[in-house]
């Protein structure tokens, strides 16, 4: 067991040296994306000009549509960067996740429909809508934007290509909501503008969710491969998609195990998002599936189940939720050693005797560890390149306190997480300089929508 659990450890490993050559990879990579539009970064343009001050008003709805939820919020900016927010979630069905993409926008309508039967918030109507939407999408305006594709296992073709707003916006007419969609965002736009509305200092925002991604403050001036105002004090967000990072590459970029070839090959979106199905939410758990499939197979483990769901790469994929690694990973470091069975024979399905269990425990905790480590590590990899691009471009100074958001069930919840990110962020930037680490991660739990709200009124307060 000790020389299996050893060599894939070693192959998650990734030490400082080749974090510091991919951040630096990722640096040039950023630049391409803003030069190129067949760049492996898409860097999408947000049409985002209005950055919040803090001391905007005003009463907004909101929808949010993730990877695995959908969330409605009536979002009251008080000014002075306060604000309250009334909100609601519902899972998004299974059955909403393949086949026809209208039915998406069916249900956002439904959903929101419901949320305003509440007399006080029906009351607010007419209301002006703020859309975040999880997915990449093409801007040529705040107010439009076309659906680049899909992720995170996800796949409604037949939409793609099409305005996410006109969709959004014909599902709400035609249940007679008087709603004007009035601005579209990524989620991490939308996590970038509300940590904004709170705190100035916000130049970056990451999620770590089901899906990864990031968005920066960019001047319009660096983006090159589209005429935008060419004003060098134009500052405006950038969606920069990181998910595709290492995916164009004839020789592979990430340092890829065969658990990540295996995942990537099984997946509805084989060959794209390379670097967020080493990072996020969504895959973590199946990692660490597919190396326990290889544990029972080469009998290093027993397994506990019945035959049919035997573990192999193709039998009951995802059955193992990060969740599980996540709550497992928590009972370890808490020392709760009954939980920790608990979870091996419910989730793991791998046997354990008396004799056996505590190096079992032990084991798959070290197996956790690596794999989220590693994600940890790879998203520093990118906070890090951004940060030293804004830097470089005069657009923070490396004296300057640099805040991230950052938001994601990942970020918030698997144990250690957010502490060892903002380690390894301070180690990889810090340089001789051992007291001072200037990047600031904070936590900005579902804030998106107050983004949303907080780009409709930063516009509406220049006008
Ligand atoms: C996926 C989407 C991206 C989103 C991220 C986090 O990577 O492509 O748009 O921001 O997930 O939800």
């Given at each position: 067991?000790?020389?299996f659990?050893?060599e894939?450890?070693s ?15 990722f ?8 030069l190129?539009?067949?760049a492996m970064?898409?860097?999408l343009p ?10 905007e008003v ?14 409605v ?5 008080l000014?002075n960067?306060k604000?309250?927010?009334r909100?609601?979630s519902w899972?998004?069905?299974d ?12 249900f956002?309508?439904?959903k ?5 039967a509440?007399?006080?918030i ?14 990449p ?9 076309c659906i680049?594709?899909w ?5 409604c ?12 916006q ?14 579209l965002v990524?989620?991490?736009v939308?996590t970038l503008?509300a940590?904004?509305?709170r705190?100035?200092?916000?130049g970056?925002?990451v999620?770590?969710g089901?899906?990864?991604?990031a968005a ?8 090159k ?8 004090q134009q ?9 595709t990072?290492?995916?164009t590459?004839?020789?592979?970029l990430?340092p890829?195990?065969?658990f ?8 509805k979106?084989s060959k ?6 080493m990072?996020s ?8 599936r597919?190396?326990?499939c290889?544990?029972?197979?080469k ?6 189940g019945?035959?049919?769901t ?5 039998v ?6 990060t969740?599980?690694?996540s709550d497992?990973?928590?009972?370890f470091?808490s020392?709760?050693?009954?939980k920790?069975l ?6 793991f399905?791998i ?5 056996t269990s505590?190096k079992?425990i032990?084991?798959l ?7 989220s480590l590693?994600?940890c590590c ?9 940060y030293?691009?804004l ?7 490396s004296?300057?306190?640099f ?11 698997y144990?250690?997480?957010s ?11 810090r340089g001789?300089d051992e ?10 739990e ?12 930063a ?5």
């Amino acid at each position: 067991m000790d020389c299996f659990i050893e060599e894939i450890i070693s192959e998650l490993t990734l030490p400082v040296p080749k974090l510091q050559e991919l951040s630096l990879r990722f640096e040039e990579e950023l630049e391409n994306g803003l030069l190129r539009p067949d760049a492996m970064l898409k860097m999408l343009p947000t049409f985002v000009f209005a950055l919040p001050t803090g001391s905007e008003v005003g009463k907004y709805l909101t929808v949010d549509l993730g990877g695995t939820n959908l969330r409605v919020a009536l979002v009251d900016l008080l000014g002075n960067h306060k604000y309250s927010i009334r909100k609601d979630s519902w899972p998004i069905p299974d059955s909403l996740k393949s086949g026809h993409g209208t039915k998406i926008f069916t249900f956002i309508a439904q959903k929101i429909e419901e949320f305003l039967a509440h007399p006080e918030i029906e009351a607010e109507l007419p209301l002006k809508l703020g859309f975040t939407f999880s997915f990449p999408i093409q801007q040529e305006s705040l107010q439009h934007g076309c659906i680049m594709g899909w992720s995170k296992e996800i796949e409604c073709a037949d939409v793609i290509g099409q305005d996410a707003v006109k969709l959004l916006q014909e599902s709400l007419h035609q249940r007679g909501l008087d709603i004007s969609v009035e601005a579209l965002v990524n989620d991490t736009v939308g996590t970038l503008l509300a940590q904004k509305y709170r705190d100035d200092r916000t130049g970056m925002s990451v999620i770590l969710g089901t899906g990864s991604n990031a968005a920066y403050i960019e001047r319009c001036s660096e983006i090159k491969k589209q005429n935008f105002p060419k004003n060098d004090q134009q500052l405006t967000l950038i969606n920069i998609e990181w998910g595709t990072f290492g995916d164009t590459e004839a020789e592979p970029l990430l340092p890829l195990t065969r658990f990540d070839v295996t995942l990537d090959s099984e997946s509805k979106n084989s060959k794209q998002q390379k670097f967020e199905k080493m990072i996020s939410g969504m895959y973590l758990g199946e990692i660490f599936r597919l190396i326990l499939c290889e544990a029972v197979e080469k009998g290093i483990f027993n397994w506990t189940g019945t035959d049919e769901t035997k573990p192999a790469a193709s039998v009951s994929p995802y059955s193992i939720k990060t969740k599980d690694m996540s709550d497992f990973h928590e009972a370890f470091v808490s020392e709760n050693r009954e939980k920790c069975l608990e979870i091996i024979a419910e989730k793991f399905k791998i046997e354990c005797s008396t004799e056996t269990s505590d190096k079992i425990i032990t084991q798959l905790a070290r197996l956790c560890e690596s794999i989220s480590l590693r994600s940890c590590c790879l998203c520093a990899v990118g906070i890090t390149a951004v940060y030293r691009r804004l830097i470089r471009h005069d657009i923070i100074k490396s004296t300057d306190l640099f805040t991230v958001a950052v938001d994601g069930s990942l970020y918030q919840h698997y144990p250690n997480y957010s502490k060892i990110l903002q380690e390894l962020v301070c180690q990889m930037t810090r340089g001789s300089d051992e007291a001072c680490c200037r990047i600031v991660l904070v936590m900005a739990e579902d804030l998106s929508s107050v983004g949303a709200a907080a780009a409709i009124a930063a516009i509406e307060n220049i006008k």
